[in-house]
């Protein structure tokens, strides 16, 4: 049987993948990841991929590339790839993805094919020079080891372009089941009930981890600058910067307004989307935010950082507004924007699912199937 090897430094992200793996199965793969599943709780194996009956390889990939942990996940893959000889690997996320392509080179010249999908690479037109610096380097040079290099949003692929791999490709993002969201049932005042939110407040809501990347804290303090009393921010997910958000929630006198909610299961989110009146999404850096688009399949406008991915959908007074990640005044005025212009609100409820329609799932499984194809699979 041919064998496919699905690698990410952790293995819960490869529930983002796991369209890629069915595809792979339908093709007449034998599917193996290799991923981390000794990290924190939130991270690990939670067993919602075992119906796929994939093979589970723990790798101790760490998070920086410079590291020892590094060289002895490159070790445990070349003593991996050795025992398994496998038709094809797709990578993901950086750090995995180069050591993996390191330790591939043997493999690569036996036939192996090397895909690589970027899920948003660290330097960008607003990312500082020193992640130009680092990672455009060992991106260019690593794609000399490999025959095919995704990216999920336009401003990455014209990047590739510049890289020396046979194979180029995009696609919008890993899929939405945009379908089930859009015909969802919500009982908006029971989901409001369940997370402490008023009936008559007007609800943000933003899924993700509590990182420096995700940002949370612009809209914490935008709410804090607004007079609108009725507004509140909910977020959910977890991550290193709780305790550090849960301070600045009641130093700037937002406790009972903001609600951390931690770690909801996909189909709470899913309601809480449809529960709240517009979504936030102000990333400092992001591929392209699969919860930004899950919001407006949900039918609501987003305020979001105009960086990166997020442009493919947030277009100005159409689907949200587009605000300066570092600027908390530009949150307020677009939060309150959106709350007091009732006729640009419902216009950007429309267009929002409209342009979700752009990032449906068979689209992408299409597009994936083809990708595929290209390299003979």
């Given at each position: ?66 590291s020892k942990q590094s060289y002895i996940a490159y070790r445990q893959l070349k003593k991996l790839l050795k025992e398994e000889k ?194 936030a999404l102000p990333s400092l850096i992001e591929g392209l935010g699969l919860a930004g688009i899950e919001t407006l399949a949900a039918?609501?406008?987003l305020v979001a950082s105009g960086v990166h991915g997020i442009k493919d959908y947030v277009v100005n007074k159409k689907t949200g ?57």
């Amino acid at each position: 049987m041919k064998k496919a090897l699905m690698v990410a430094t952790v293995f819960r992200f490869l529930n983002f993948e796991k369209s890629d793996m069915a595809i792979l199965k339908e093709k007449g793969y034998k599917v193996h990841t290799a991923t981390n599943m000794r990290e924190s709780d939130w991270l690990k194996d939670d067993g919602s991929l075992d119906y796929l009956k994939i093979e589970k390889h723990q790798i101790d990939f760490g998070r920086t590339p410079f590291s020892k942990q590094s060289y002895i996940a490159y070790r445990q893959l070349k003593k991996l790839l050795k025992e398994e000889k496998f038709d094809v690997i797709h990578c993901h996320t950086p750090v995995a993805a180069a050591i993996t392509r390191l330790a591939a080179l043997k493999s690569r010249k036996q036939g192996t094919k090397i895909i690589y999908t970027s899920h948003g690479f660290h330097f960008h037109k607003t990312a500082r020079k020193k992640n130009w610096f680092i990672y455009y380097p060992i991106e260019y040079i690593m794609a000399f080891l490999s025959d095919m290099i995704i990216t999920i949003n336009k401003e990455d692929y014209k990047i590739i372009q510049r890289f020396h791999v046979k194979q180029k490709c995009y696609i919008p993002g890993v899929g939405v089941n945009v379908k089930h969201i859009t015909e969802m049932q919500v009982d908006r005042l029971k989901v409001r009930k369940r997370f402490g939110l008023p009936q008559d407040g007007f609800i943000i809501v933003s899924v993700g981890e509590l990182s420096e990347r995700k940002n949370h804290e612009v809209v914490i303090k935008a709410i804090a600058e607004s007079e609108l009393p009725n507004l509140y921010y909910i977020v959910c997910g977890e991550g290193e910067r709780r305790s550090y958000l849960e301070s600045m929630i009641e130093n700037v006198g937002m406790s009972g307004r903001v609600i951390l909610a931690g770690q909801q299961s996909h189909e709470e989110v899913l309601e809480l989307y449809h529960a709240s009146d517009i979504g936030a999404l102000p990333s400092l850096i992001e591929g392209l935010g699969l919860a930004g688009i899950e919001t407006l399949a949900a039918g609501k406008p987003l305020v979001a950082s105009g960086v990166h991915g997020i442009k493919d959908y947030v277009v100005n007074k159409k689907t949200g507004i587009r605000c300066d990640p570092t600027d908390p005044k530009s949150f307020c005025l677009a939060i309150e924007e959106l709350a007091k212009n009732r006729e640009l609100y419902e216009h950007c409820c429309i267009e929002a699912k409209k342009m979700a329609l752009a990032f449906d799932i068979e689209k992408v499984e299409k597009m994936m199937k083809e990708n595929y194809e290209m390299l003979n699979l």
